[in-house]
């Protein structure tokens, strides 16, 4: 039964992103700004603290795959970033002292590496006619500022829930 919790937890933090999306009110504040959840992220680094880079990277392949089958229309964009940035997170936990504080900084730092890398594949491939200016402004605050909210809120509980899941695995 407890090799079942990580994977339900991963799920939980994907799933949850759409349903944070649906209840958030959209009002005229939304119309101009773009409050993009990054939970899932979270979950993706806070693992690869606990659990390492290799498992972390496995999730984000796997996630990383869906969320662009679900959510948009080129393959392999959020699957290559939840990957790459799980790798690095994974190598950054060895060199930093690994607490919730650390975590929670580095996933903002992800979040930042993850939006600027969508920016730059939009523009790339002509999506998007924002300059970084208005990108920066109109999406990349407003999505920090909403996961720094999620982060205040959930980064202990979910690092005490993957800890716990890191020892029950580490009992059987």
Same mark, same amino acid.
């Given at each position: 039964?407890?090799?079942?919790?990580?994977?339900?937890?991963?799920?939980?933090?994907?799933?949850?992103?759409?349903?944070? %999306?649906?209840?958030?009110?959209?009002?005229?504040?939304?119309?101009?700004?773009?409050? %993009?959840?990054?939970?899932?992220?979270?979950?993706?680094?806070?693992?690869?603290?606990?659990?390492?880079?290799?498992?972390?990277?496995?999730?984000?392949?796997?996630?990383?795959?869906?969320?662009?089958?679900?959510?948009?229309?080129?393959?392999?964009?959020?699957?290559?970033?939840?990957?790459?940035?799980?790798?690095?997170?994974?190598?950054?936990?060895?060199?930093?002292? +690994?607490?919730?504080? %650390?975590?929670?900084?580095?996933?903002?730092?992800? *979040?930042?590496?993850?939006?600027?890398?969508?920016?730059? *594949? +939009?523009?790339?491939?002509?999506?998007?006619?924002?300059?970084?200016?208005?990108?920066?402004?109109?999406?990349?605050?407003?999505?920090?500022?909403?996961? %720094?909210?999620?982060?205040?809120?959930?980064?202990?509980?979910?690092?005490?829930?993957?800890?716990? *899941?890191?020892?029950?695995? +580490?009992?059987?």
């Amino acid at each position: 039964m407890n090799k079942w919790r990580l994977p339900f937890l991963a799920v939980l933090c994907f799933v949850s992103e759409s349903l944070f %999306v649906d209840v958030w009110p959209k009002g005229d504040l939304y119309v101009h700004y773009f409050f %993009v959840p990054r939970f899932f992220l979270v979950f993706l680094v806070f693992t690869a603290m606990h659990f390492g880079g290799t498992r972390a990277m496995g999730y984000g392949f796997i996630f990383g795959f869906l969320y662009d089958c679900v959510y948009t229309e080129l393959l392999g964009v959020y699957a290559f970033a939840y990957t790459l940035i799980a790798y690095l997170a994974g190598k950054a936990m060895k060199w930093f002292h +690994q607490n919730w504080f %650390v975590a929670s900084l580095l996933s903002l730092l992800s *979040i930042l590496l993850l939006d600027s890398y969508v920016y730059g *594949i +939009q523009l790339l491939i002509g999506r998007t006619d924002w300059s970084f200016s208005v990108f920066w402004n109109r999406r990349l605050w407003p999505t920090l500022l909403l996961n %720094v909210a999620f982060l205040l809120v959930f980064s202990y509980p979910l690092e005490r829930r993957l800890a716990k *899941i890191r020892r029950l695995e +580490q009992e059987e």
